[in-house]
């Protein structure tokens, strides 16, 4: 059976040592969640995570959703109790608006705490998961009215929220949607259609669902422009706002999934039930992508989330399983073999993942902090900064931390051998729930795309601009400090690499956006290492700095951090000039052959 | 549901136009499968692995093996029947000499027909693949009484054959390996011990199971020169040679995998089963090397053939699946959006994978082929050479053909969006299926070391020599070939790189070899793209002197193939770079943390 112990003290170390969680303290939140009661939220959170929900991963994997005859959803034994505690320890409220019910804290403590709890069951955590989501649409393009009536509970987490966007017939390109949305002449609408991979479209663990629903209002324009965004709830309410007549939506199946077996993912039919519009008509995809954005960065923390538990049980197998010799001779002499550990490739996986995680843990902070400052700063160009920050990382996040995470959760495995294929060491099914990320809200494609085609050239460039500022800015003020050579050098090659690539796609993707489209992934994952390799730069800045003024006997967590990110600098960052030199190459080749080549 | 079609003219491309394959009929068995032969074989196993292996693809994902409370173990519904087809129609004994009951034709076209089957069905081909593993230790330890009983009824497939290595405790290091052999003064042997993973164990698709268990005689030497090999059949042998009691081997359990459900994967208990030494006493490790090279070939084809079906389904979906259009103008106007391969990044996997499924099968088959010379040629010097060939190549088709296949089964699923997560496309099977074959057969961590620790440095590395002497040739015979460049410009620079890796192996790899380990899977990956690379060269040389000569109306097929290894050579290779950079950087920053830092 896998353990979880969630890492607390590297999350304190990011956020307090590394990104000064401190100098935040003007925010709005950040003042009732001073570092003193930061890591008591985290502590606490990581009690839930441990003690509550990782016990459920492995049940809901194997027991995993039953729909019954009358449409009704059954979710795996303990999931309804579990979730119970989470909201009833105000978790799903953390970061709302304290006039919506909430507690008002950052987003960042919000996504400190979300790496934990996914990690310790990632498809339960979608269920709250999913009602973030929501909520950021209601909050953003709600009336007060519609926020007075839907928030109150899905913050207490009485109601749970969804987003159904995808139909049969479209994912990516919403544009062909049909389900349709007729008005009744009160304000309120008649939707029917079909949604499909409706995460916790339907189950028994709240009293309401609140689907956040696209459709098209009759004679809308086609195309995107001609989308709307319904709530659309599972029981309309009754007259003193509480849950009373079913509404004309039911769920048709279940689907049978890979992974995340413990999430209901719904076929949802929508028969003329009774809907409400938010936001402006035809305006739907604008609020989508509130709850789109939103997603995204929780599920690129789930890449991050999975490769984390997959690293921690691989580090124990990897200590406790003895099989053949150290290279440079026996470690464990009183063993019949020694620890399989001591084998470099053993090693290097380890080191990989723990060389990632540690990083992806930076960055989703880092952007999470620059998300509280785009939202709760009083400051113009502060928050425009953020947000800009926000919007060019949100792809990276999505797309770089859930391929790694992936491709970290397979490594882990391996690690097993044989005894990782078989289920019930539940590695396997690690694998099998981290293989989602890489898809929904935007497969990374996709991601690669909205960073390539929309990201790079909006305002002019600013955003990334300014990351490239940051970055070039840090490689020059250590460049005179011989101790962070190791991590200075390699980081300025790969912004180099980084800047080489941009310039590529500026003077290639205008004039043929295939090159843009050819060179996307490649660049996407050049961007990630950059990022990441700048955590690196910053996590080795700030352990040396503590070794230098003394570590209060953490001497060995700092030295550790610089291995690690020595590591990085070595092992990862040589990728960023294998990206350049295939992105490079454009897109007439890979355009050349006629589909029935393939 | 999936569709699968194999690969028959690009077979013969390989075999026919650019290995070569009629210079071979000086050797036994060549003569008997000429061209037209040869054809007609792939057309008869082609028509198999389409109309009655494929469709059991995922009836066996879908029930699996069951094992009943007699211990017996029922197949899914039709594999029998399936299998029967296999047997009748003299597939198993398609390569196994003629004095044995095979048909004694090329390993090469076993080879070929193997890739369509284990594409159509690879849980089920699993059955007769084990039993080639187990004939092929018996036909080179066996003593002629032990080929004459065991042998004829396997090539019938009558009876089927598995290998019993790993050990609760022990996999890689077999040296750890408790099973015990009693000597009963008799010749034969009481086996007792317990085995676990053991593929094919018990089923209810052939009258006996000979198992090839590898146990240690009382009083034998610690390690594994201790460790000899014996044959434990199910059922023993009565007076006349016909299966008659019961011994006492028996299935303990199956395992719930994460793939491959179609084949059982059995814990065994021996109970003093009576057991045959095969080879010497103490021996076992070499003739268990007999089976495993064998099964190393097998396991690599498995990774193409994987890759390849995954392909294909991807390529499907891409040409049907509408969804947004063109970023350089719709490309099918009459239809509401694009068919999704129009998208760059869609073509990019689409070409990844098909450029990596043609090289690999060339790759497979010029190692079939050196099997073939290296088991019958009647020249030493051509024998060693191909021998030579054989051991270098085991490794690199074993790891570098797994990890991939498994890499591209992702990304064909990946193709499908949120369909590909859902079981009914079957492309989750492919990538669950796909992943053992990095495991099973000495997981590629193993195979990297093999490659590295051992075949590198064999006989003054010979085999090594030769392999950079063959392509450094190629790209020097076709320097001043203005059409080849693209080709031999990119081949030559990986060829430097793997060179330079070579020597810097050779430089530091004594000294501490912990270096060796460090650089290992770099290595090995590294080693792959050279080969693969290669196999474009060829292939791209072969396609231009074909369309120099007269295509005989199959322009289109070999233009195709110059686009694709283009692709090869601009997206591929510059990996090739990376690996270097990185195993460069040696293992102290790997190894330096202990273990606790973990």
Redesign the interface.
């Known amino acids: 059976m896998p353990t979880f112990r969630a890492p607390v003290q590297d999350t304190l170390f990011v956020l307090n040592d590394v990104l000064g969680y401190e100098r935040y303290s003007n925010l709005a939140g950040f003042s009732d969640a001073s570092p003193d009661v930061l890591e008591a939220i985290l502590a606490e959170g990581a009690k839930l995570a441990e003690n509550v929900m990782h016990p459920l991963n492995r049940v809901g994997d194997m027991e995993g959703c039953v729909r019954n005859d009358d449409g009704s959803v059954t979710t795996p034994k303990g999931f309804k109790e579990a979730f119970d505690q989470y909201r009833e320890g105000g978790w799903m409220g953390l970061a709302v608006p304290v006039e919506h019910g909430g507690q008002g804290l950052p987003y960042t403590v919000h996504s400190a705490v979300g790496e934990y709890m996914s990690a310790a069951n990632m498809a339960l955590m979608m269920y709250p998961g999913l009602t973030q989501g929501a909520m950021a649409a209601i909050l953003v393009h709600g009336s007060d009215e519609q926020k007075a009536t839907w928030l109150p509970k899905m913050v207490e987490g009485a109601w749970t929220g969804t987003m159904n966007l995808?139909e049969p017939?479209?994912?990516?390109?919403l544009?062909?949607l049909r389900s349709k949305a007729v008005p009744n002449g009160d304000g309120s609408y008649r939707i029917s259609g079909q949604k499909?991979?409706i995460s916790a479209g339907e189950h028994d663990m709240s009293d309401n669902i609140i689907h956040l629903v696209l459709a098209r209002i009759e004679g809308a324009p086609e195309g995107v422009k001609g989308i709307s965004l319904f709530i659309v709830p599972k029981f309309k309410l009754d007259a003193s706002g509480n849950p009373g007549a079913r509404n004309a939506v039911s769920c048709g199946s279940i689907?049978?999934?890979?992974?995340i077996h413990g999430n209901s993912t719904c076929v949802m039919n929508y028969d003329e039930a009774e809907g409400f519009l938010i936001g402006e008509a035809n305006g739907g995809l604008k609020a989508m992508f509130t709850m789109m954005n939103e997603a995204r960065l929780g599920v690129g923390l789930q890449g991050l989330a999975v490769s984390e538990i997959a690293y921690q049980n691989a580090?124990a197998y990897?200590?406790d399983r003895?099989?053949?010799r150290?290279?440079?001779g026996p470690k464990a002499p009183d063993k019949?073999?020694d620890?399989i550990?001591v084998?470099?490739?053993?090693?290097?996986k380890?080191?990989t993942m723990?060389a990632f995680n540690e990083a992806g843990r930076a960055l989703v902070l880092w952007t999470a902090i620059n998300s509280d400052v785009a939202h709760r700063s009083e400051d113009g160009a502060e928050r425009q900064a953020a947000d800009d920050h926000m919007g060019l990382m949100t792809p990276v996040v999505k797309g770089v931390l859930t391929d790694k995470g992936?491709e970290h959760a397979?490594m882990a495995?391996?690690v097993f051998?044989?005894h990782?294929?078989?289920?019930?060491h539940g590695m396997?099914q690690f694998?099998?729930d981290a293989?989602?990320a890489?898809?929904?809200e935007g497969?990374?494609?996709v991601q690669?795309?909205d960073l390539v085609g929309r990201k790079l050239g909006l305002n002019g460039g600013r955003a990334v601009q300014a990351f490239f500022k940051e970055v070039g800015e840090f490689c020059e003020a250590n460049r005179g400090d011989e101790q962070m050579a190791p991590y200075t050098k390699a980081l300025k090659k790969g912004l180099n690499d980084l800047q080489a690539a941009t310039m590529w796609l500026v003077q290639n993707g205008m004039a043929?956006?295939?090159n843009?489209?050819?060179a996307?992934?490649d660049y996407m994952h050049l961007f990630g290492l950059v990022a990441l390799g700048y955590m690196w730069g910053r996590m080795a800045k700030t352990a040396q700095d503590k070794l230098a003024t003394g570590a209060n006997g953490s001497a060995?967590f700092y030295e550790?951090k610089l291995?690690?990110g020595?590591?990085f600098m070595?092992?990862v960052m040589?990728?960023t000039?294998?990206h350049l030199?295939?992105l490079s190459?454009g897109?007439a080749?890979?355009?050349?052959?006629a589909?029935e080549?393939?």
Do not use: W
Not at 420 to 424: F, H, M, N, S, T
């Open positions: 995808t017939h479209c994912g990516t390109d544009g062909l499909i991979f689907e049978e999934k890979m992974g580090v990897a200590k003895i099989q053949g150290s290279l440079t019949k073999a620890p550990i084998h470099p490739d053993i090693r290097r380890l080191m723990k992936f397979v495995q391996q051998g044989g990782g294929y078989i289920e019930e396997s694998v099998r293989r989602i890489m898809i929904y497969a990374n494609g690669a795309l043929n956006p295939d843009a489209g050819a996307s992934t060995d550790t291995v690690t020595r590591y070595e092992r040589p990728e000039s294998a030199a295939r190459t897109s080749t890979m355009m050349a052959l589909a080549a393939f």
